[in-house]
């Protein structure tokens, strides 16, 4: 900042960020799965008045709600991490609430934390016993936070504005949805809020949710000279909340989401770092089911890849308005990786491409770097051969790299059997000038037959750096 | 560019790059080891002319002259790289020359790519057995290339400059040292160049070398409208070569570099891509050692670890070089990790934390996150005991985070036992606005005893993303 003056700043003429405005409340408010009520309020987490921060979302189904959460592997797992965890397991996949803050993520905050993580979930069950039937469960409740790290939750405020929600304050319309959606908000620009309806059986069922982004946010210490017992310390965290009125078997559940979850949200990277609060759960509660009716992949395993699927593309739906509305980004680009020898090869190459700080800031230069999508390509160890053992390796000469535009015309290629190929470049600046297109890496390596995987990822802007000063 | 005009460019007042006049020449010439002739000379690989693109070092010891060599993991290796392990796989770890060209990587070249690497190698063996003595082997000598991508050698011109080198334009002085390490430039701000002596078994050995750095560097393209049949594509490579007057067996050699380089060139970060060209190469020619004076690790075990000692130092002094010149650097950060359950954890997470986008923009603005060096530590995945199989996991309530100046002043913890300390304001801004720092990460776990790594890395500045559009 000492060596930025704002005047500076304000000359410095970014590349306009491309409008987000279509992005934002598309949703039709009938499509949102039944037997659900929310509420998004400005519970005093955050400073400013009236900015929602806490939302609250119970299931109100006549039938049992089924959970499953994917959390984040980091070593440093933030107190409401282990504590959702903690009642997932507990209750065998059942769990009718979620609450959410924003403003603080309750992370690195030792046993106060997980004393504060455990009254959330404490005062959201208080609610669903007192507004709506009670429950075998001792918890049914599962909390997430994200904002500042290091700091203690304001837990009086917080757990005052969970019990001032009720039947009569708690909503299923599309402002209620809304309102939920907007208090997961840290520094994303615009609330990201989905649904849609598919059918299983002959019965319609709903499903929607909302995520929260990652970005790269600064501290904001303190004036010179101060002392400040817990820096303020923002870091990146991926929320997001999936309800369907579907009934799914808690074993189903899990093992759709954790496959939903591997195809979605660890498919995209904004900075490419891993937050101690990363969480995405899924709720069933069965409200739109027939009597009877459960989806599991023992008992009817075609309902249950038509569950996945929808559960995958939605998620993947979420995990794109994350990249989006990535800080810094001015572009939304899909890397897509064939011919590996396996899923989890093509998935780590496509990961490595878009994580690599080289490509990243030539997609930002509009540039068809195609060497340095092949060198992170290069740098990837493929794994030893599930059948053989031997580990495999790619023939450089059965490589192609190819530029496809979003628009619908001609794809570019760059690399063609190993060997550049004479590209045009005006052509190339069409392609590389769009918001979004995509980056297609063929390896025609022999494989399992399922080497193939979708990453979506942002440019490194000016922003990116600057962020860190501003 | 279209964005930025050249005034609004020239208006963003950078941070001052540290100056690095003192890590130019601080070489006595007297430290030279002894039997090798070198040349630095512009052959016209690079369009500039008078600029040194072309290097030849030669043994003239008369003991053999063992190599050994370290290559890019990169599925997706350049000629030389392929042809230098061609020469020192069939020679069973000899070879007496190297030659090194920049300006062009000869990658993503072909078969012309690897008959020109060929043409290298053939017309330097020409000068060993024309000007020197005559040679058992077919080739012995090894190659290096690094810059553009993509584009073939102008192979006659360099062939012609190897040709025009002899016994009469060859030097051992610190002239002839200086303009070869010159030669390794690209976007080098400085050539790097160091020597040191050192002691086994009473006798004096020198070691001397030069390498090359890695920066984040842009495509020039053509003018709009124009048509290029390949682009210019450059890319980072890190290409480094040490030569001692000892004598050391090939296998001895070999294993000495290997953990070498594992503890120098593959513990530093800059952008944390890896190239299609980097290579690290030694050459002992014995021209100091006594009659039948031979460091091997089986039957001198003691004078073995004292020369791998020297070789893992001064491998680690030339590598910590290419970070000080990394593009778009204004820092040098250690990252230390202690207390890792091994040294390949340590290693892991010590290279997260280099590499963490959050982290390096963090330390470029000088601000104590703790938060974000935190979560990239536990992001990595530990390895499952070599003895145990268990895998072992981080207890958060163990681990120190620490900032340690380079002035010898107190360090400072900002996380003790997974707390946050109540720091010091202003003196973590005193470490932080230091131009040299060290980040301590104590995990605190049990282990094989060798649980510590180190990490050379630097920060993320404007430049790396101003880079991608000037």
């Known amino acids: ?82 504590v959702s965890n903690e009642v997932l397991k507990k209750n065998g996949g059942y769990a009718r609430a979620v609450v959410v803050n924003s403003g603080c993520a309750n992370a690195v905050t030792g ?55 009720s039947a009569a ?27 849609r309806t598919f059918t299983i059986g002959g019965v319609e069922y709903r499903m929607a949710g909302m995520d929260k982004g990652a970005g790269m946010i600064h501290p904001d210490m303190g004036p010179a000279g101060t002392t400040f017992s817990a820096p303020k310390q923002l870091h990146a965290t991926l929320l997001g909340c999936i309800m369907t009125d579907a009934a799914v078997s808690p074993k189903s559940l899990q093992s759709a989401l954790t496959y939903a979850v591997d ?26 089911a027939k009597d009877g009716a459960v989806i599991d992949e023992d008992t009817d395993k075609q309902g249950y ?72 390509t290069g740098s990837v160890p493929l794994l030893p051969s599930a059948s053989t053992g031997a580990t495999p390796v790619i023939d450089p000469k059965k490589v192609n790299v190819t530029f496809v535009p979003s628009d619908g015309t001609a794809a570019l290629p760059v690399l063609v059997n190993g060997e550049p190929e004479k590209v045009d470049e005006v052509r190339a600046k069409e392609i590389l000038t769009l918001e979004d297109f995509e980056v297609l890496v063929e390896l025609g390596m022999e494989g399992d037959g399922e080497g193939e995987a979708q990453y979506w990822t942002c440019d490194f802007s000016y922003r990116v750096a600057l962020r860190s000063v501003l």
């Open 111 to 165: 046993k106060q934390g997980m004393d504060d993580a455990w009254a959330m979930v404490q005062a959201t069950d208080g609610l669903l016993s007192k507004s709506y039937k009670s429950s075998e469960f001792e918890h049914e409740t599962l909390v997430m936070s994200t904002g500042v790290i290091g700091q203690n939750l304001p837990i009086s405020k917080i757990v005052a504005g969970i019990k001032s929600q």
């Open 1 to 82: 900042m000492s060596f930025l003056s704002k005047r500076l700043m304000s000359t410095i003429k970014m590349k306009p960020t491309p409008s987000k405005a279509h992005h934002h409340y598309p949703l039709p408010s009938s499509s949102f799965p039944e037997g659900f009520v929310l509420g998004g309020i400005h519970a005093g987490v955050k400073k400013k008045a009236g900015v929602p921060d806490l939302a609250v979302i119970l299931s109100t189904s006549e039938r049992p709600t089924t959970a499953a959460a994917c959390f984040t592997r980091n070593a440093f797992k933030a107190a409401p991490v282990i």
């Open 169 to 195: 304050t708690l909503g299923s319309d599309f402002a209620a949805w809304e309102r939920a959606a907007q208090a997961f908000m840290t520094t994303d620009t615009f609330p990201k809020l989905r649904s």
């Open 305 to 376: 890849e038509v569950f996945k699927k929808e559960l995958t593309d939605f998620a993947a739906d979420l995990a794109k308005l994350v990249v989006r509305d990535g800080e810094g980004a001015t572009k939304f680009v899909t890397v897509t990786v064939k011919g590996a020898p396996s899923y989890k090869d093509a998935h780590n190459i496509a990961s490595r491409i878009s994580t690599s700080a080289l490509v990243k800031t030539a997609l930002y230069g509009e540039d068809a770097n195609w060497g340095r999508i092949l060198a992170a």
């Open 263 to 288: 195809r979605s949200f660890n498919s995209i990277s904004v900075d490419g770092d891993m937050s101690t609060n990363d969480s995405i759960y899924v709720l069933a509660n069965g409200a739109a």
